[in-house]
């Protein structure tokens, strides 16, 4: 699980180019989006797409969005989620 | 009505941006291919909204909030700017990744980064500026129609401060896909030997450049902007001359008057024809200088020679590294400079 | 020497789009509410059957047998083409080529059409790949291709802000007149479909995957369409000779911007709004003058809300009819402002109302309802026409009754 976060950590600031953050600088349960990480709606149409392109998942549901991407945490949760059984 | 450039801002292959003696020595680059000297845009644009912007969003984006800075405004009353390319990194970005992932699993932000707009927007965003916001993309004229709507919004007194800009970039792509058109010297060992070897072809250049345009004079301003005219494919030199000649005649300017005629010379025989036709015939008796081996040759390149008038015309004299024995007191200057024979644009400068 | 009330007046128009190839052919769509949105046709893409989009229903070489342009440009100039001689030829004006005469158009991504056919084998290999196919990418080299065609030389340029663009053009080409600089302009824009801005805006999930139903509580987003649309401006001087040709006036126009984010409006729609008030205050109207907008009116969530929310904050209580034509032509990016233009002085000419089509369930958030039926004997005295874009790009023109 922590190898997962880790990995979606640099991936986050990888993809979404946040040149200012260090990886091991954005908490578990920080709030990626608005507050926190200030992410907007063109992160998470990023996000999506790495979800698909690194962990082969496809939100269920677009409504499920806000809450799969709170925090990087949940993020790893989710993934898991998909992959288990 | 007077058009005053109060500030100026400009990335360019030079050391031209922020304070600094102007041209003290000039950059030498190998090749055919000059690029920009860029500073640490950090310190002009926040780290959150850097992170979306390509290097030519930056450039233009610092160049932009540079000339700001200097003239002491946050909110001019309108943004106006021209590109001819466009953000072509993105474009770029976005095409290869639409080919090689064959249109799947794409991301939005190399896209929304590619409209030429973004440049603009962006500045308007980061300054949260609310009025009138254009740009302008027609090749060689990009950047003197954006000048014209500047000189209209000021003339209408629909602003009385506006940001005009220009900003083009090379990239890889880009310079690949020009050099086959031969638009470029094949051969050449630097820019200093731009105008000595009379061979097909000039040198690639980019840049970015911004002017804080007002009708209200302030005690710095650099230099007014008497007139700005522009022509469109001329049938041959004597119409060009022609052109020239109306245009200085409609400004009430004689040749004499002009301290120096700075033109877009850009050291391919054919197009610097006209070059070597004016300086012996309309300015055979005057001082002229050239740019091109300073910014290279791009179609918003007359940012670049505006900014070298008013700068020359703040200092009233040449640097030393545009030619000895500088004329004493500059205060008119002249640019006349073509884009591969097809625009012509003539600008008029002069002291406050 | 600027004369700030001096009178520019719409002398000709041109329009080809997804449901007419000429101006008249439109209008009867408009008339018999007939949408022009269907599968993909002519792109090569993966989204085929998928993304429904608005296509003009001719081939490259249909318009260029019509235009006298080559079958081999980019389909922007052809569309372009198509359009802008409709314009030329309507406004009729014998001795143009002796007048001051300006060609100000507008596009979203240039010659991208034909720049996508050769950029697969440069990616391989940079030096294969047809230059044919990218010596007119830029903007201003498929203006250039139309202008050339119209035999335009004395002033020629191009405006690109994304949805604004050939609204930007149109009032620009105005400016030029009222500044004494050109008498005559043809101004507008044009932009076919590619598989660049389909796939972008596809990332961007804003696409509805069925028919768009702008301002419909329930929409789901915007069809792309292609087209293109142009007016002949004119001074009142060259107006005076041909004053039965005349269709209306360009009393008001305004641009400012959102300043919110890169894609999205802001939910007050201030730009919007800023657009609209900037708009009738250089005409002199009130909001109860106007007789119809024509909405921007996308489909998208985000607009509709956006631009809703403005005309609210603008009209109350007095709103005017109003529709969006984009549910007939879909969002046609860099022409959307001259093509609407084209409906707007139609609208004044022929005192007609279009439909809002596809309308089922108004917006709960808003106090008024778009129009759902065509409309005949109305009288339209003042048209307002938004074209609201990336970039925070908002600009507004205001037609008028002669």
Redesign the interface.
Known sequence: MDKLMTDLKGQIVERLNLQHIKPEDIGDDQPLFVEGLGL???DA?ELI?LMQQQYNIKLNNAEDGPKVFRSVRTMADYIKSQHAG | MKTFIRATGNISPQKTFGPSVLLQDVVVQNGNRLRCTEPDYLKFIDAKAIR?MSRIIKMGTAAAMECLREAAIQNPDA?VMGT???CLEDTGI???K???Q???M???TA????????I???I??LI????????????G??FE?ALL?AM?LL??NAATTVLAGAADEITD?SH??LS??GLYKKEIANNADLYSIQTKGTIAGEGSAFFLLSNQPAEKDYATLDALY?F??PADTKQIEQQIANFLERQSVAAADIDVVITGRNGDTKGDIIYNEIITTLFKNNRTANYKHLCGEYPTSTAFALWLAASVIKESKLPATLGANSPQKIKKILIYNHYENIHHSLMLVSAC | M?S?SAAVYVAGIGVVSAIGNNTASCLQALENSEAGIGPVTSLD???KNIIPVAEVKLSNEEIAEATGLSAAISRTALLGMMAAKEAWLDAGISNALHLRTGFVSAN?V?GMDR??LF??S??KD??SGR?KN??NH????V??LVAGGLGI??????????CSSSA?SIF?GA??IK?NILDVVVAGGADALT??TL??F????ILDKEFCQPFDENRRGLNLGEGAGYVVLVSERIAATIKDQLYCTLSGYS??????????SSPDG??SY?AMKGALALSGLHTKDISYINLHGTGTFNNDISEGTAIQRLFEPHYPKMSSTKAFTGHTLGASGGIEAVFSSLAIKHNIIYPNLRLQTPMTALPFVPERAFQKNVAVNHVLSNSF?????CSSLIFSKL
Do not use: W
């Open positions: 907007d709606s063109i149409l797409v | 979306r943004i001819a390319y466009g976005f095409l290869k639409m080919v090689e064959k249109e799947e794409l991301t939005p896209f929304i980064q590619s409209t030429h707009n973004t603009g927007a962006q308007a965003l949260q500026c609310h009025n009138y916001n254009n740009t302008f993309v027609h090749r004229f990009s129609s709507d209209m003339e209408e792509a690949a896909i086959r058109f522009t469109y494919r | 600027y700030k893409t993966i989204h979203s240039g720049t996508e950029f697969p440069f990616l940079k030096n230059l990218v010596v830029e903007c201003g080299a203006t250039e030389k004395n002033f020629v340029t191009t405006i690109s802000t994304a930007n620009f400016r030029l500044h598989k660049f796939n972008g596809n990332t961007l999930q641009n400012a911007n959102d300043a919110h984010h890169q894609t999205a201030a730009g800023a874009g990336f970039g925070g790009n």
